[in-house]
């Protein structure tokens, strides 16, 4: 009797909560923004469950210094990431050695995964996240790659879904709430032609500092000129963006520096290992069909 108590309740967990069953998206009841009865299905090859001891090169490439190596003091670093337990993880950490690369000074080492596969307008993107404890950043966002882009398309278009920060090394008063909020904008940018430039974003509290716990965030990139936000299964922010968002963007989970955060003092790498991490639980991907 107990054991087919048991069963009856994990089958349910399942039914009930999207993060095990992965048949859905994460919304909470009367969230899902779905229409005329249409179903999600996951994109495999934009999705990852981090399941495995080894990074699926198929789906993510590690750092890619030919095209981005950092934003001083912070460069990307391959051995940054690793996984273990069903979990990707980023710990930042001092480099042993400053680094002088083009004439730049680089004293961090942060990480930058970029999706192999692109991601295409009316998919939703949506990643469970624990975000770490320093003055580096804590990231989920899309950008399109103008390298492979020809003509007026020879532009910039990124969705930064969640950037945060631990630590906040700065006194001015609009970061205050970097580690306490979802922090969503749309960017247009290096344009051509007669297209506007220009960013639209949107902020949503959290409950806690942004390390405290995992929180699923999200965002349906709908249609060219809508994009909503969602935060652990609920709508918080619907945005138009200031140019068409119609570009093939690929994924990004970053660990990296601000300009405008600075290095604190002691060098803001005291902390523990899990201090320094940046836990992804899984990232996935879906569409409408």
């Known amino acids: 009797m107990k054991a087919s108590i048991l069963i009856f309740l994990v089958v349910q967990v399942a039914v009930l909560s999207p993060i095990f ?26 999705s990852d469950e981090f399941d495995v001891e080894k990074l699926d090169e198929a789906k993510w490439m590690n750092t890619n210094p030919k095209y981005w190596i950092g934003r001083p003091p912070g460069i990307f670093k391959k051995d940054v990431v690793s996984l273990s337990d069903g979990k990707l993880m980023m710990t930042n950490y001092l480099l042993p050695e400053k680094e002088i690369v083009k004439g730049k000074e680089f004293t961090h080492a942060g990480a930058q995964l970029t999706s192999v596969n692109v991601a295409q307008v009316g998919q939703y993107f949506e990643c469970r996240m624990k975000a770490n404890k320093t003055f580096m950043s804590s990231t989920f966002w899309l950008i399109s790659d103008p390298r492979k882009l020809e003509g007026c398309d020879k532009r910039v278009t990124e969705l930064d879904i969640q950037e945060s920060v631990g630590e906040i090394s700065t006194d001015d008063s609009w970061a205050q709430k970097f580690n306490k909020t979802m922090n969503s904008n749309t960017h247009s940018r290096n344009v051509n032609c007669e297209i506007p430039v220009g960013t639209i974003g949107g902020k949503a509290p959290i409950e806690g500092k942004v390390y405290d716990d995992y929180h699923v965030f999200g ?35 970053v660990t990296e520096t601000y300009n405008w955060n600075p290095v604190p003092e002691d060098g803001g790498m005291t902390g523990s290992i899990e201090d320094r991490t940046t836990y992804y639980d899984w990232v996935r991907t879906w569409k409408l069909k």
């Open 21 to 46: 069953a992965q048949n859905s998206p994460f919304f909470n009841e009367g969230q899902d923004p779905s229409e005329n009865g249409r179903k999600w299905k996951l994109v495999k090859k934009l």
């Open 219 to 253: 965002a349906w990139w709908k249609s060219p000129t809508e994009i909503l936000f969602f935060l652990d299964g609920n709508l918080v922010n619907t945005v138009k963006p200031v140019a068409e968002f119609s570009l093939p963007m690929y994924i990004k989970l």
